[in-house]
């Protein structure tokens, strides 16, 4: 083998010279002609259609040849040509007198005009109301892949090819198929790719110069030109020619594909070539020129709608990412915490420029969320970006490209856009893209093997186009040119807010803190003093009564369960506490010698400081009743396990065994009421608890808003009920008979508190907790009065209070804060008793309200 012929590569296709072959397809004739309009040139089949031989013609006047009516038009046409690459048509010229019409091209190619004649048609198309109803048609498609798929049936429509298709080149200059049109029983070529290289460098610049190509007949003989070369040496160059031959290559590549005829018409978006319609038939095929004609403006109309189409996305696109900065900058100037939440970062920023994941580093410090690589390569990425372009945005679709080493982890990330957030030292946003997996469906194989073919020692085109499939590894999807754009947008943002806050707001968090923290001191050891005088209050007020002692002993450990609570949830600023600590705390103070036999299993999970002291009283209650009647009592155990369901709340299971055999209590106690009740009662979830011969089971399900994994609750500081207006005198105990009363309370203590009060005196009771429980419970009963907490969580009993005053139903507030509670105008002259509630002060709000007589003034 020659050495030259060893270096056959890619480049064969790009160095072909397809637009100076010499020759022309046998469907027409050629003739050029110099500016003084003496033939120069004549396709060698001229005879066929002129009578005269090329050796005749060449150097003669056109006008002895042709008619003088047509030279006329010919003459007027070529005024035309003043723009560069122009293309002038005439239809239904005749050649002879009373002969066959002809359609005519006419161009300019190195000095010379170029006429190019094929037999015409009488199809006598009305142009311009075609192109009208096909773009009609094309306007009405709603998205892009329906705008694809219709242009394809119109070209079809018009043409009548077997195959239409709406070819796109990517940016690396490979092509798939988008959309196409094509009759039954053909198979199809949609979502197939092909490699850059099955259109040479050279046979792109044509499509963007000439619009339309169509080969005829892949088997016809080429007809030369004469001269081949003129006096300088020079062949014609063709590449307007509307009759050009083909390559080789060319040829067999269609034939390969099996294809007999084919016409492409190019898609010009933004001065570049987005694509082709490319057409194929699978017998010869040569549409009219008028019908090409026709297909070539719709294209054009194409190109401008597609054109509108993706400035219209784009134009969207940046304007959603604009409001997403501006939303950036209003919520990091009021906080600038945010930087420091990568979950919150990910969430906004994604928004804008689709990623897998994002990491944040800032002042040597990271964090994750979503994909992201291993900690150590992330730090590498740092120091490789810091030798990157100073305050400039970086992106890769290819992360191995920056470091080293990076193929352990391409499968989760490959590729990456880092956005600098400050100046010095570097800090940065980074988005991440998981790595390309899905196979690209290339139609044969991308990488052209060399060999030797009918054509000589050049790259012969694939002998097979069945699919061949390349995996795209360690690559991610491109980062667009938009998508930049948006990030030199977010990254100025960023910057700004960072550059103008950081040290103002680094001062303020300082001293907000150290408010905070002695704030919460204070609290603290108010609370932990108020729950250490009442303890002791009630130890040391106790009589030696066995019974009284045994009672105390009880209430002391419910109080002493509220304190740990207390102390657990304002260690860590009254935000969420661990439950596992809640569990450890309570088996070390009322299961000291048992701990080992409670077992716990769980993911870390924290709950807010509401729920928390709830599940410190179920718990209590049932760590207490375990060690009295249960299996803590003996040698069992007790298992504790929680979980997070569909709906992410919290499922927690107490399963107790190896105790004594278990018997349903014949009594309900207080304990058994605060197991049963609290958790829906107080939080909105569910309990249920068995006795299993085998022991105790009971689950709990804690709303998902009381759960938590990360410490964002915010409270508030409730000031501590001072009694109002203490009545002692006795009141009577049927002051309510036969009357019913709604009461409304969202802590399950208090109203149990109350409902005991209004029981003695003869009440008929209706307890809700909350506003839509209040609302259900008028649907259907009209109580005698009621009873409204104002503060129902985080709602108010303000709505129930206007329904009752339109049905005309008397009411009274109660809440903790009494006469100082702020009530809406409407309301203002209502009554508030001030809780904690006593007998005393609902009797009195009650006689009020009912104008009852008291009981002192009776006779």
């Known amino acids: 083998m020659a050495a030259d012929e060893t270096q056959v590569d890619l480049t064969n296709c790009d160095r072909e010279p397809i637009h100076i072959l010499g020759a022309i397809q046998p469907v027409g004739f050629l003739i050029a002609i110099s500016t003084d309009w003496i033939v120069a040139r004549a396709s060698a089949n001229i005879g066929i259609f002129l009578g005269f031989e090329p050796v005749t013609m060449i150097g003669n006047l056109l006008a002895d040849f042709l008619p003088p009516k047509l030279i006329h038009d010919l003459r007027n046409r070529v005024a035309y040509l003043n723009a560069r690459d122009t293309v002038e048509r005439l239809f239904g010229c005749e050649l002879r007198p009373g002969g066959e019409p002809f359609d005519i091209a006419i161009h300019l190619s190195g000095g010379q005009i170029v006429i190019e004649a094929e037999p015409g048609s009488h199809s006598n198309i009305d142009a311009t109301g075609a192109v009208r109803s096909m773009i009609t048609r094309l306007d009405g498609q709603p998205d892009l892949p329906s705008f694809y798929r219709e242009g394809a049936r119109q070209v079809r429509a018009m043409l009548g090819y077997d195959r239409v298709m709406v070819y796109k080149f990517a940016p690396d200059g490979a092509g798939e198929v988008v959309a196409e049109a094509c009759k039954g029983g053909i198979g199809s070529f949609k979502g197939l790719h092909y490699p850059a290289s099955d259109i040479p460098q050279q046979a792109r610049a044509l499509y963007k110069r000439n619009l339309l190509r169509v080969i005829r007949d892949v088997t016809a003989e080429p007809v030369a030109i004469i001269p081949a070369l003129d006096e300088n040496r020079k062949p014609l160059d063709l590449s307007l020619s509307v009759l050009r031959s083909v390559s080789p290559i060319h040829i067999e590549y269609l034939k390969n594909m099996g294809v007999e005829a084919s016409l492409s018409i190019s898609i010009i978006v933004d001065d570049e070539l987005w694509g082709l319609f490319a057409c194929h038939h699978y017998a010869p095929r040569a549409p009219s020129f008028e019908r090409r004609s026709v297909s070539e403006l719709f294209s054009q109309m194409f190109s401008m709608r597609l054109e509108s189409r993706e400035r219209r996305a784009l134009v969207e696109y940046e304007r959603r990412a604009r409001d997403i900065s501006d939303q950036l900058l209003g919520a990091v100037a009021s906080d600038e915490t945010l930087l420091n939440d990568p979950d919150w970062l990910g969430d906004i920023l994604t928004n804008a420029i689709a990623a897998d994941g994002v990491g944040v580093w800032i002042n040597g410090s990271y964090a994750f969320s979503g994909v992201t690589p291993p900690t150590d390569d992330f730090r590498r990425i740092i120091r490789a970006l810091n030798g990157t372009a100073a305050g400039r945005v970086y992106a890769t679709d290819h992360i191995g490209s920056l470091i080293d080493r990076a193929k352990p982890f391409a499968e989760q990330v490959s590729g990456l856009l880092a956005i600098p957030i400050s100046r010095s030292p570097r800090d940065y946003v980074v988005l991440f893209r998981s790595e390309l997996r899905s196979a690209v469906r290339w139609a044969g194989d991308p990488h052209k093997p060399v060999a030797y073919g009918p054509n000589g020692p050049r790259l012969t085109p694939r002998e097979s186009f069945a699919e061949w499939r390349e995996q795209v590894e360690g690559h991610s999807k491109p980062f667009t040119t938009s998508e930049l754009r948006v990030a030199e947008t977010l990254r100025a943002t960023l910057i700004e807010v960072v550059l103008r806050l950081a040290d103002e707001s680094a001062a303020q968090r300082h001293q907000a803190n150290a408010r905070q923290e002695l704030l919460i001191a204070e609290l603290n050891h108010r609370v932990r003093n108020i729950l250490g005088v009442i303890r002791g209050l009630i130890r040391q007020s106790q009589p030696d009564q066995q019974v009284v002692k045994d009672f105390v002993k009880v209430v002391d450990g419910r109080i002493h369960s509220l304190a740990r609570a207390h102390n657990q949830i304002t260690d860590d600023h009254w935000g969420p506490a661990p439950l596992q600590a809640l569990i450890d705390a309570e088996a070390a103070a009322f299961a000291a010698t048992k701990e080992t036999s409670i077992l716990s299993d769980g993911p870390p999970i924290l709950l807010n400081p509401q729920a928390y002291s709830t599940m410190a009283l179920v718990v209590h209650e049932l760590v207490t009743n375990s ?154 009963l009209t109580p005698d009065f009621a009873i409204l907490d104002i503060n129902l969580g985080d709602q108010t009993s303000f709505g129930i209070a206007d329904r009752l005053h339109d049905k005309g139903i008397p009411f009274f507030f109660a809440s903790g804060y009494g006469e100082q509670a702020q009530l809406p105008g409407e309301h203002r002259s209502r009554a508030v008793v001030q809780k904690p509630y006593t007998t005393h002060n609902i009797a009195r709000a009650v006689e009020e309200l009912l104008g009852l007589t008291p009981e002192s003034e009776a006779s």
Do not use: C, M
């Not at 249920?688 to 759960?707: C, K, L, M, N, T």
């Not at 809700?768 to 209040?774: C, F, L, P």
């Open 627 to 780: 060690t009295k009647y249960g299996s803590l009592s003996g040698d069992g155990v007790v298992a504790i396990n929680w979980h997070r369901n569909n709906e992410n709340d919290l499922i927690l299971i107490w399963q107790e065994s190896g105790g004594p055999p278990v018997k349903k209590p014949t009594r309900k106690g207080f304990g058994t009421t605060i197991i049963d009740r609290s958790v829906p009662y107080d939080l909105g979830g569910a309990a249920e608890i068995h006795y299993d011969p085998e022991g105790v089971r009971a689950q709990f399900r804690i709303p998902s808003r009381h759960v938590s994994e990360r410490r964002n609750f915010q409270g508030k500081v409730i000031k501590l009920p001072v009694a109002r207006n203490p009545h002692h005198a006795p009141v009577r105990p049927d002051l309510l008979a036969g009357r019913s009363v709604l009461l409304v309370e969202d802590s399950l203590i208090i109203a149990l508190d109350a409902e005991d009060i209004l029981t003695r005196f003869g009440a008929e009771i209706a307890t809700a907790s909350t506003s839509d429980a209040a609302h259900d419970t008028l649907d259907d």
